[in-house]
Each structure stands twice: as C-alpha cells, then as structure tokens.
C-alpha cells in the first residue's frame, strides 16, 4: 500500500469486514462470537477515526487552508457514528437482537456513504495536496501499529 488513498480504504474494508462478522452472528443469536467480533470492529473504527482526526484531517487543513470543508463534513460523520455505536453498545450488552440490527442497518448506510466521499475525494486530495516530505502514510502506519502493540 503506497498511497493514502489505498492504505486508508484497506483500512476500511478491514473495518467493514468485521462489523459484517458481528452482525452475523447477532442474526443468528451467536452473542460470544458478536461480543468478540464487534469489541474488534469498534477497537478498529476508534483507532481509524483517531488518524484521520489527529493525522490526515490536520495536515491535509494545513495544505490546503481548507478548514470549513471536507475534513468538517468528515469530523461530524465521525460523530454521527460514533452516537450510533453508542446504541449498538447497548443493545449488544442486553442482548437486545431486533434493536441492534436496526441501528446497525443505520450505521452501515452512513459508513458506505462516508467511505465513499473519503475514497474518492479526501484521501485523494490529500495524496495530492501534502508535501511528500511529510511522509503522511508513515505516520498514519505507525499510529495505527503503535496502539495494536
């Protein structure tokens, strides 16, 4: 992975691997197996928002002098997100089957579209705009390795 545009949309496929795994075995009553799966798929998403927030976001502003755009729109996705995983948090602890794969049908339409706007405009652009030098793909790699270890 050579650019910001395929390691962050890796990064996001990884991500939606395993909600899809969770809400699998949600279906079918697994509640270990979706416990497992989706303590997996927030630890990843968490992580995913904290790069982009603390990394990409701040230094593709500073590149660009775009603060009132794309990298707004992202940040209150993000927060959208996360009140919706909020509520799957809940609804996993009571083992509440019908109500976690409800907001889970709403989270999965808001990740596809922000993902789409993220492949295929901000990472993009943000290739394009930030200086090499900066080695941003570096920087996203290591923040993403050192909270795994």
Known sequence: ???IPD???VKHRECDDTFAEAESAVAKNNWSLAK??????????D???E????ILFPQFEKATGII???TQVMRSEHEQMRVLVQG???ALSENKKDEFLGLSDTLMVLMQQHNMKEEMMLYPMSQQHI???LDILKQLKEHCEAVLN
């Open 1 to 3: 992975m050579s650019s």
């Open 7 to 9: 390691y962050m949309t």
């Open 36 to 45: 497992e799966k989706w303590q997996l798929f927030t630890t990843d998403l």
């Open 47 to 49: 992580l995913h928002f």
């Open 51 to 54: 790069a982009e927030e603390t």
């Open 68 to 70: 009132a755009g794309p």
């Open 88 to 90: 799957l948090n809940k």
């Open 131 to 133: 200086p090499m030098e």
